[in-house]
């Protein structure tokens, strides 16, 4: 895969008698691109907004509002459960700022919504919409030891109907994320909360905690705006750091193209994961919210459309010369795991690290275009003797008969695009795809094999492609 053209695209392009000739690889620009924009994402725990929920003390908070017997047995509910949803509560709240603008505060004493309950468990959460106008919405809800509350608060300004209508539409993307997170099996289901009315809504921010004690189980952190859109998620078993840049939308391509690149870096995020032997339940949540963080169709054909001159982003990506995304960064790290009670300090192990990077230039009558991609996998873990069956280890000596496999892999592709003045393109293509795997035999706890496994290809190809045919509002 090409910065996510893959084997069909291929076909396709050469299908409508597209040149293919060889190229040549620019390896300083290749080797720049790595996968630290995601570093900047932070774990809700981390942030001044939980912090200050947790603070709240339930038992001097007071209802503001009369309580009907139908938001009473909506409370209860919320007061029993596990996990971050409060029994839709939030979501009821958005819905009726359409019809009641003013604050909030809802609050259940102790000794009612810990009643039957684990005085252990706590959860926080808040969620922060922000209009073009400035007017501010805020939701927080938590439930602690001391009780449960909740808040909802509008500052800098008054609602309008549009923005309060703009809000409520979603309630139903907040109670299917919270949903997701509640679930017996945990999901990432955060697409409907990207697909905000931009041009009415500035931000929005949702941030979860969800602890036992002091020990946090589960951590959402979610932004979105029109410059960018991250997400931070951990929970006991794996790590999740996701980045996308949606400022340069004249690069991103139609539905179909972002559908089928998306599809393909989900094929490979599945092909790692059987070679690395990672989670596939894991991986799920992490392909999830890769794909609606980076789907972005929507506002891309506004970008093409509002464009005057035909710029070499939108070019190519019209043309299918690049892989019609936003630029993003990703992580993904599984909680290690000791595989051997025996050596302890020999871990099951699985990551992954992602990144696109677009940069644009004009000479003159002369634009260029550099893609890049990466996508790197670090793995290790325990296979018996045959390599294929689990390892049975245990304390005992007499166990320790299997094969530990290390592997590191990397792949780089870089496309090289250039338009003239007649917004002909030219697309130089190149990548390089690096495995290497170690495998260590051990008989009776006895390293009595170590075997190398590298495997490295490259491939290089140039195509040209016409001008793209845009709508009537772009111009040459």
């Given at each position: 895969m090409l910065n996510g053209i893959g084997s069909s695209v291929l076909r396709n392009l050469i299908a409508s008698?597209?040149?293919?000739?060889?190229?040549?690889?620019?390896?300083?620009?290749?080797?720049?691109?790595?996968?630290?924009?995601?570093?900047?994402?932070?774990?809700?725990?981390?942030?001044?907004?939980?912090?200050?929920?947790?603070?709240?003390?339930?038992?001097?908070?007071?209802?503001?509002?009369?309580?009907?017997?139908?938001?009473?047995?909506?409370?209860?509910?919320?007061?029993?459960?596990?996990?971050?949803?409060?029994n839709g509560l939030g979501s009821t709240l958005l819905s009726n700022l359409?019809?009641?603008?003013?604050?909030?505060?809802?609050?259940?004493?102790?000794?009612?919504?810990?009643?039957?309950?684990?005085?252990?468990?706590?959860s926080a959460l808040a969620l922060t919409i922000t209009t073009q106008s400035g007017v501010q919405v805020s939701l927080q809800m938590t439930r602690q030891q001391g009780g449960m509350v909740v808040e909802l608060k509008t500052s800098g300004g008054q609602l309008s109907n549009v923005e309060a209508a703009a809000m409520g539409q979603l309630s139903t993307g907040l109670q299917k994320a919270l949903d997701g997170l509640d679930g017996s099996t945990t999901k990432l289901d955060i697409s409907d909360l990207m697909k905000f009315d931009t041009s009415v809504l500035k931000s929005v921010d949702l941030k979860t905690d969800l602890?036992?004690?002091?020990?946090?189980?589960?951590?959402?952190?979610?932004?979105?705006?029109?410059?960018?859109?991250?997400?931070?998620?951990?929970?006991?078993?794996?790590?999740i750091k996701l980045d996308t840049d949606v400022s340069k939308l004249t690069q991103a391509g139609s539905a179909?193209?972002?559908?089928?690149?998306?599809?393909?870096?989900?094929?490979?995020?599945?092909?790692?994961?059987?070679?690395?032997?990672?989670?596939?339940?894991?991986?799920?949540?992490?392909?999830?919210?890769?794909?609606a963080l980076n789907t972005t169709e929507g506002r891309a054909a506004e970008s093409i459309n509002t464009q005057r001159v035909k710029s070499i982003d939108a070019n190519a990506a019209k043309n299918g010369a690049i892989s019609g995304l936003a630029d993003f960064s990703a992580s993904y790290q599984q909680t290690p795991v000791s595989g051997n009670p025996y050596k302890p300090e020999e871990q099951d192990t699985f990551s992954l690290n992602v990144a696109q990077k677009t940069a644009t230039q004009t000479h003159?009558?002369?634009?260029?275009?550099?893609?890049?991609?990466?996508?790197?996998?670090?793995?290790?873990?325990?296979?018996?003797?045959?390599?294929?069956?689990?390892?049975?280890?245990?304390?005992?000596?007499?166990?320790?008969?299997?094969?530990?496999?290390?592997?590191?892999?990397?792949?780089?592709?870089?496309?090289?695009?250039?338009?003239n003045k007649k917004g002909d393109l030219t697309a130089n293509y190149a990548q390089q795809l690096t495995q290497n795997e170690t495998v260590k035999t051990y008989q009776l706890a006895k390293l009595i094999d170590s075997v190398q496994i590298p495997h490295s290809v490259k491939s290089e190809s140039t195509r040209s492609f016409a001008a793209a045919q845009f709508d009537a509002q772009l111009n040459n």
């Open positions: 008698n597209a040149v293919v000739t060889p190229a040549m690889n620019n390896k300083s620009s290749q080797n720049a691109l790595t996968a630290e924009a995601s570093t900047k994402v932070i774990f809700s725990e981390a942030s001044d907004a939980i912090a200050a929920i947790y603070k709240i003390e339930p038992a001097q908070v007071k209802s503001s509002v009369d309580v009907t017997s139908s938001l009473q047995a909506q409370l209860n509910g919320a007061a029993h459960a596990s996990g971050v949803g409060m359409a019809s009641h603008r003013g604050d909030v505060t809802l609050s259940v004493p102790a000794t009612q919504a810990l009643n039957g309950a684990q005085s252990s468990s706590q602890r036992n004690g002091n020990n946090v189980t589960q951590s959402l952190n979610l932004h979105a705006d029109d410059q960018a859109r991250w997400l931070g998620f951990h929970n006991g078993d794996v790590s179909a193209q972002q559908a089928a690149a998306l599809d393909q870096w989900s094929s490979k995020f599945d092909q790692a994961a059987s070679r690395g032997h990672g989670d596939s339940d894991m991986l799920t949540l992490f392909k999830d919210s890769f794909r003159g009558d002369t634009q260029d275009l550099t893609q890049q991609t990466l996508f790197k996998l670090k793995a290790s873990f325990h296979t018996a003797l045959d390599s294929v069956s689990a390892a049975k280890l245990t304390e005992q000596k007499s166990s320790q008969n299997y094969k530990y496999h290390l592997i590191d892999d990397e792949e780089r592709s870089q496309t090289s695009v250039t338009q």
